[in-house]
């Protein structure tokens, strides 16, 4: 999971070559979906991700590079896109973007790029693709920390939505599309019987506390079947937003738009 400015190279050369895929790769941190960290491991697929196709917040421009543009998405994790027809200039914006980040410290907003012993815990997790508009090179903003209060991690699921998910948040989740856990199945099953029935939550799913709060205040008694399935349908995409919320490391759009304008770059008009 070996992530550097001849990583942007590698997924341009692929998408390059296969201009209907997508390509990337976590971030190199454990915890956070890296794995064998020493090497190149790239993960892709044959359609665009909803992370690919998030409207823009606010576009930004840096004066040596005026062929390409660099958007703040908006999307529940914290992310930016870099467009240029120019496959240099995504190589460049993007490693000053990655330079930038993984030194990048703000105690105010509890991001730290190193823990105590002097461990790096900010990296990058790029995707590439191609579209009518040229390269897009997505940066997703990454960080391992973990605190008494969240051991498993600070940019993690928290722990109130590990009944859906605890596994690490990796580059394709990153992206909007979520693996969850096949226990589900059964699980939202018993819950989805229990609503139907009228009963309480049932003892053995009795972690999906929060959900079922949710669930019941949004059926409001409904015992409909097919209402009940939705609804919990629902439910889990919205858990799974708020798990890519729990991710982000500038909580708010304001704050990543803070850290594009300290390196220079300017908003698009």
């Known amino acids: ?25 976590n971030a190199a941190l454990p915890r956070i979906g890296g794995s064998v960290l020493a090497h190149d491991h790239y993960q892709g697929g044959g359609e665009l991700l909803p992370m690919h196709k998030a409207a823009t917040w606010a576009a930004f421009t840096l004066a040596d590079y005026p062929d390409a543009v660099v958007e703040i998405l908006d999307w529940p994790g914290t992310a930016v896109r870099v467009v240029s027809k120019s ?19 703000d105690a105010a907003n509890g991001i730290a790029s190193h823990d105590a012993d002097g461990n790096r815990q900010s990296a990058l997790s790029p995707s590439a693709i191609i579209t009518e508009r040229g390269y897009e090179m997505s940066l997703i903003f990454r960080n391992n920390a973990i605190s008494d209060e969240y051991p498993e991690g600070i940019f993690h699921a928290h722990p109130e939505y590990w009944p859906v998910k605890q596994e690490p948040i990796g580059l394709i989740e990153a992206q909007g599309l979520f693996i969850l856990p096949g226990r589900l199945i059964n699980q939202l099953g018993l819950i989805e019987d229990a609503l139907a029935e009228g009963k309480p939550l049932p003892e053995e799913v009795g972690e999906f506390t929060l959900e079922w709060d949710e669930l019941t205040a ?24 708020r798990i890519l919320g729990n991710t982000a490391v500038f ?11 300290g390196l220079g770059f300017h908003t698009q008009h």
């Open 87 to 105: 496959r240099q200039s995504i190589i460049d914006v993007s490693d000053i973007i990655r330079e930038a980040w993984v030194g990048y410290d």
């Open 218 to 241: 949004t059926l409001n008694g409904e015992r409909d079947r097919d209402a009940i399935h939705a609804a919990v349908q629902d439910e889990l995409g919205s858990v799974c937003e």
């Open 1 to 25: 999971m070996h992530v550097s400015r001849s990583t942007f190279g590698h997924l341009l050369d692929f998408v390059d070559r296969f201009p209907g895929y997508f390509l990337g790769c």
């Open 251 to 261: 909580k708010h759009k304001e704050l990543t738009r803070d850290f594009m304008e």
